[in-house]
C-alpha cells in the first residue's frame, strides 16, 4: 500500500497546469531544446501536462500572440496562470 502511495505522488508531482481565467488561451505545450508536448485542455479552462523533463510552457493566445515562460520539470509539480493580455505568470 505504501508503495502505491510513494508511486502515485510521484506521477501527481509530475503534472504542470496552466490556468486561464480570462479564457485567452487556444493552444498550451510544454517545450524544450529540439521538441514539445501539447498539453491537454481541461473542461473547465486551463491545460495540464505530464512532464517528461526540463522545459518550458508555451501559449498560444487568441489575438495570435505567444509567451513563453515558467520552468518545469519532473517531479516538481508547476502551476502558471495567464494574464489577460497573454503573460505566463507565475
Same mark, same amino acid.
Given at each position: ?50 512532464? +517528461? *523533463? ?8 487568441? /489575438?495570435? @500572440? %505567444? !509567451? +513563453? *515562460? ?8 508547476? /502551476?502558471? @496562470? %495567464? !494574464? ?7
Amino acid at each position: 500500500m505504501i508503495a502505491v502511495l510513494i508511486v502515485g505522488v510521484f506521477f501527481v508531482a509530475s503534472f504542470t497546469i496552466i490556468h486561464d481565467p480570462h479564457g485567452v488561451v487556444v493552444d498550451a505545450r510544454q517545450v524544450w531544446t529540439g521538441g514539445s508536448k501539447p498539453m491537454t485542455k481541461l473542461p473547465w479552462g486551463g491545460f495540464i501536462v505530464y512532464v +517528461e *523533463g526540463d522545459g518550458a510552457v508555451e501559449v498560444t493566445c487568441r /489575438d495570435g @500572440s %505567444v !509567451s +513563453e *515562460g515558467g520552468y518545469v520539470t519532473g517531479f516538481m509539480a508547476d /502551476d502558471y @496562470s %495567464v !494574464s489577460a493580455d497573454c503573460e505566463i505568470v507565475p
